[in-house]
């Protein structure tokens, strides 16, 4: 475990930047890319996660999937992931990585990819990560990140999760002193006031917290909660586009002019897809297992709560409250598993 | 995932030549395909077919699986895809990717009656599972074909019945749903679940299979169900929107189940707790 001055920081990242794309979360919750000779344009890794989740890194919104291997790339480097997207990310592991085979896109990104994890120190009206058994910071157990940065007095305690991350610490040492017994216990304050807060933010929710949500999500699936629940749902799909867990794809053949593919006029992709569209999982002749929209919800939920639970034995959303950001509908996820 | 699958990439298809088409119905063809590399599958299990720049579909062979330098598949007209494959002509080049999933489990099935109940179009992958139990018939003590259409023009496989017949431990009862005037038929008229009326199995010592149409699936099972058959006894080659054919992109979902690795064949007794399961 080590220290990083604040003011040391976009500088570590832009040498980092030299053999990395490096891209860091700012004040206005974006992902910025370090460049050349360019000063920091707000960096904040002490703000909730970033607006757009971390999938949008290594499962990405359009893939061309023709080649027969997935093109090499520069290593990523993701500076203030916060713990919400780190635990929807496992859904995506078991989705692409295990199972009948691995995807070699998906993989190929991730390994590519290393994850600079940050405490969430201030979460905001949305979140509700402890209510699906989350924290709003990184435990070293965790294992799934490289460096995770937790804010204290005028820097950061600097923690390694990986070999690399390790490596990453030995190599770049001058910017690194070490930790003192008061920098761990101003963040173990820190710590215990994010969770105070989440406990006010979702006092109103109290209940789903210790709550059984696999359970309440299958002994309700006939409840006609679900039909009142979706009534402003207007079918955007923002939710699938913004979830961190959403994992859902199609492919096609698009006709293009430009096709990297010899001798052919179209390219093989893949998109995100969602399964709030009406025709998501229709067979051809038409047939549709959901024709109603508050079947799809309600798809959506269990997919969330009860089936991938029963696959993964984790909940398939981490609470990180995206979803709730950006309904038009003012659908609120916790208000959904509380009227249940 | 077999030997014969892109290592890497597997989502790319292998090319296949369109080596016969054999017109079943007026919008039902059977294709036979020449893959560049042999496709190895066990009966019951799918591949996804592409039509070059349209896009992909998945279809269960419908020949024996010890035919291994050719498939056949027997093909509705029905959307995109099916539409395009059935303007293709002899030479045509498409590709298929796959197996995928699961097929029948014949260890079940060994020293049993096995009850075969199909509609439409369904008897397609059927008809695999059929050449597949034909080629050691001395391992099961009976087979019988239940088969139910629309209209006796609909039958798929006319050409086939004929040598069926002949079989001695198959038999074989068909339905028509309704007789046009102009059209002939000598068997039974009514839903396909009807016929199961006349079957004599021994509950004890047999299993059912089942493929069709949700709507045929769903009142077979039910029937089954009601004569006693248990559901770990009854086989559902089920449908959804397969896609990529991996388990990965979510739209064949049932459940906690991807139809396309955890199925396509389903026991009655793994989905009855599910919901929506004949939509």
Same mark, same amino acid.
């Given at each position: ?10 500088k570590f990242?832009e ?9 860091y979360?700012?004040?206005k ?8 000779d360019?000063?920091?344009d707000?960096l ?8 757009v ?10 893939e ?15 500076f203030g992931?916060?713990s919400c ?11 692409f ?7 070699p ?11 600079f ?5 201030? #979460? ?11 924290k709003p910071y990184?435990?070293a ?12 007095l ?14 990453i610490?030995?190599?770049q ?10 920098m761990?216990s101003?963040?173990n ?16 929710f ?55 593919l #010899? ?14 569209h ?8 038409g ?5 109603k ?27 990180c409250?995206?979803?709730?950001d ?6 609120d ?6 009227g249940l | ?16 030549k ?12 059977? /294709?036979i ?7 190895? /599958? ?5 591949v ?12 269960? !062979? ?5 035919v291994?330098?050719?498939?056949e ?12 494959l059935?303007?293709?002509k002899?030479?045509?080049i498409v590709?298929? @990717?796959?197996p995928?999933?699961n097929g ?12 075969i ?7 397609? !992958? ?8 034909f ?6 003590k009976k087979?019988?074909?239940c ?9 798929v496989?006319? @050409?086939?019945f004929?040598?069926?017949d002949?079989?001695?431990r198959?038999?074989?009862?068909r339905?028509?749903?309704r007789?046009?005037?102009?059209? @002939? ?12 009326n006349n079957?004599?199995?021994d509950?004890s010592?047999s ?11 769903? /009142? ?10 248990k559901?770990e ?18 739209h064949?979902a049932?459940?906690?189940? /991807? ?21």
């Open positions: 475990m080590k220290f990083i001055y604040k003011k040391n920081l976009y990242l040498v980092l930047s030299v053999d990395n794309n490096v891209f979360l700012t004040e919750h974006e992902y910025k890319k370090v460049k050349k360019e000063a920091s707000g904040n890794v002490d703000v909730v996660r970033a607006s989740p971390l999938k949008s890194f290594y499962f990405l919104q359009r061309k999937i023709g080649l027969p291997e997935p093109p090499a790339k520069n290593r990523n480097i993701i992931v916060k997207d780190l635990k929807a990310k496992k859904i995506l592991d078991n989705m990585l295990a199972g009948v085979c691995t995807d896109f998906y993989d190929l990104h991730i390994k590519n990819t290393l994850i994890s940050s405490d969430c120190p201030a #979460p905001q009206k949305t979140c509700f990560c402890t209510l699906v058994d989350g990184i435990e157990k965790q294992q799934n990140f490289d460096l995770n940065f937790s804010p204290v005028n820097g950061y305690i600097v923690e390694p999760g990986s070999s690399e991350g390790e490596a610490i030995l190599q040492k001058s910017f690194f002193v070490d930790t003192t017994e008061q761990i101003e963040r304050k820190l710590r215990e006031r994010a969770l105070k807060l989440l406990e006010e933010i979702n006092k109103e109290a209940q789903l917290k210790d709550t059984d949500l696999q359970k309440r999500a299958k002994d309700n699936y006939s409840s006609n909660w679900w039909k009142e629940a979706s009534k402003t749902c207007v079918q955007c799909a923002g939710c699938n586009s913004i979830c961190p867990s959403c994992y859902c794809f199609f492919l096609l053949d698009a006709s293009v002019v430009d096709s990297e #010899p001798d052919t006029n179209f390219e093989k992709l893949r998109y995100w897809d969602a399964c709030h009406t025709g998501y999982a229709r067979v051809a002749g047939m549709n297992p959901r024709p929209l508050f079947e799809r919800f309600r798809n959506r939920y269990q997919c969330k709560f009860n089936f991938r639970k029963e696959n993964f034995g984790i909940y398939a959303c981490s609470g409250g995206r979803c709730i950006v309904c038009p509908g003012k659908i996820i916790r208000k959904v598993m509380s | 995932m077999t030997d014969n699958q892109n290592k890497i990439n597997p989502y790319l298809p292998i090319k296949s369109i080596e016969k088409i054999i017109d079943e119905t007026s919008n039902i063809k059977t /294709f395909f020449r893959p560049e590399t042999p496709i190895l /599958f066990e009966t019951g299990q799918f996804e077919i592409t039509m070059p720049g349209i896009g992909e579909a998945p279809f269960t !062979p419908s020949s024996s699986p010890s291994k330098n050719t498939l598949v027997t093909i509705m007209k029905v959307g995109g895809v099916t539409e395009k059935h303007e293709a002899i030479g045509d590709g298929i @990717r796959g995928y999933g029948y489990p014949l260890e079940k099935f060994k020293n049993k009656e096995v009850l109940i199909g509609g439409g179009v369904g008897i397609a !992958p059927l008809r695999s599972l059929l050449l597949t139990l080629e050691e018939l001395n391992n099961y087979i019988i074909l088969y139910g259409t629309k209209m006796p023009e609909d039958v496989y006319k @050409r086939l004929p040598e069926w002949k079989i001695k198959l038999e074989i009862l339905s028509v749903d007789c046009p005037v102009e059209s @002939r038929w000598d068997e039974t008229i009514g839903l396909v679940t009807c016929l199961l079957v004599n199995v509950l010592n299993v059912a299979v089942v493929c069709g149409p949700p709507i045929m699936m769903k /009142f077979t099972t039910l029937k089954l169900v009601e004569q006693g058959h559901p006894n009854i086989f559902l080659s089920m449908e959804r929107n397969m896609s990529c054919g991996l388990g990965k992109c979510g064949c049932i459940g906690p189940y /991807f139809i396309c690795k955890d199925g396509p064949v389903f026991t009655f007794e793994q989905l009855k707790d599910e919901q929506d399961i004949w939509a």
